[in-house]
Nanobody, 126 residues
Framework: VQLQASGGGLVQAGGSLRLSCAAS????????IGWFRQAPGKEREGVSC????????YYADSVKGRFTISRDNAKNTVYLQMNSLKPEDTSVYYC????????????????????WGQGTQVTVSS
């Protein structure tokens, strides 16, 4: 079971990035997926999550209206479209997976997840 996060980079404030989380070794059909971020010296925080069929999505208040999570189970990939980026969005972003069943309403909590990918750095300059 592997998750590969990609798509990070350096962008100016107001810009956009799309992160991808590709799964290998298992099918995402039965997994909820979350995106998290962790800045130096801070705790890991939930950014967004999506249920196994994409019918439920959740967002942290800090990213609502700017970020959109989506999934393409046929490609075994989950995306995080990040628009109107701010310097405070600078962080290492991680994707994580949890197999059904799980408490969907708690999907922004890191403790819910079993599998984690490596992080991808997002840096937003002012």
């Amino acid at each position: 079971v592997q998750l590969q996060a990609s798509g990070g980079g350096l962008v100016q404030a107001g810009g956009s990035l799309r992160l991808s989380c590709a799964a290998s070794g298992f099918t995402l059909d039965y997994y909820g997926i979350g995106w998290f971020r962790q800045a130096p010296g801070k705790e890991r925080e939930g950014v967004s999550c999506v249920s196994s069929r994409g019918s439920n999505t959740y967002y942290a208040d800090s990213v609502k209206g700017r970020f959109t999570i989506s999934r393409d189970n046929a490609k075994n990939t989950v995306y995080l479209q990040m628009n109107s980026l701010k310097p405070e969005d600078t962080s290492v972003y991680y994707c994580a997976a949890v197999r059904l069943p799980y408490p969907v309403s708690s999907c922004l909590r890191p403790s819910v997840y079993n599998y984690w990918g490596q992080g991808t750095q997002v840096t937003v300059s002012s």
